[in-house]
């Protein structure tokens, strides 16, 4: 009645649900990650709220960057807006959610001259999402890389995750050697 509605897929100060992240690198210039591991992340919160309508048809909020409901995920490593970063010998195992998807590795928006090596993520367990869920059916990906992000290299890396790696919009599968 008073005409307010929700912002979904934000947080009392409008900020974008970005669920459970270990490491968040934003707008770094040149830094080197090496030896680093993620063990036993965790996120049980529940799918976006159905006040909100499907979140499968785009962005449900104006600041999101990746479609749909962002609050139930797990990302390991989060990079967004770096530059002139080295990950060497990195390992995140152990990662679960109840009802969101699961990045490993993730490089988003303008990063760039992103460098990955011997970094590896195991043992993952994404949702479920059961049909008729506001979220989009569970994920796992050991590496993402957004379409917004360049000159990304992963040498000598590895993944077991269900889904592979995902680079923009297209799926590498098979990468699950040496891990």
């Keep these: 009645d008073s005409g307010l509605g929700y912002l979904c897929n934000g947080d009392s100060m409008f900020h974008v649900n970005k669920g459970a992240i270990a490491f968040r690198i934003d707008g770094v210039l040149r830094a080197t990650l090496r030896d680093t591991s993620v063990?036993?992340?965790?996120n049980l919160g529940p799918a976006g709220s159905e006040l909100c309508g499907p979140y499968l048809g785009g962005f449900s909020h104006p600041g999101a960057t990746l479609p749909g409901y962002g609050g139930s995920m797990v990302r390991a490593y989060s990079f967004a807006g770096s530059r002139d970063v080295s990950v060497d010998r990195a390992v995140a195992t152990a990662l679960e959610t109840s009802a969101g998807s699961i990045v490993g590795f993730d490089v988003?928006?303008?990063?760039?001259?992103?460098?990955?090596?011997?970094?590896?993520v195991r043992n993952t367990h994404a949702g479920p999402v059961s049909a008729g869920m506001t979220t989009a059916p569970a994920t796992e990906h050991g590496f993402h890389v957004g379409v917004g992000a360049t000159e990304v290299t992963i040498?000598?890396?590895?993944?077991?995750?269900k889904d592979g790696f995902l680079d923009g919009t297209a799926v590498v599968r098979g990468n699950a050697r040496g891990c």
Excluded: K
């Design 39 to 42: 063990a036993g992340l965790r």
């Design 108 to 120: 988003l928006t303008d990063s760039s001259n992103m460098a990955f090596t011997a970094a590896q």
């Design 155 to 161: 040498t000598g890396s590895c993944s077991t995750t």
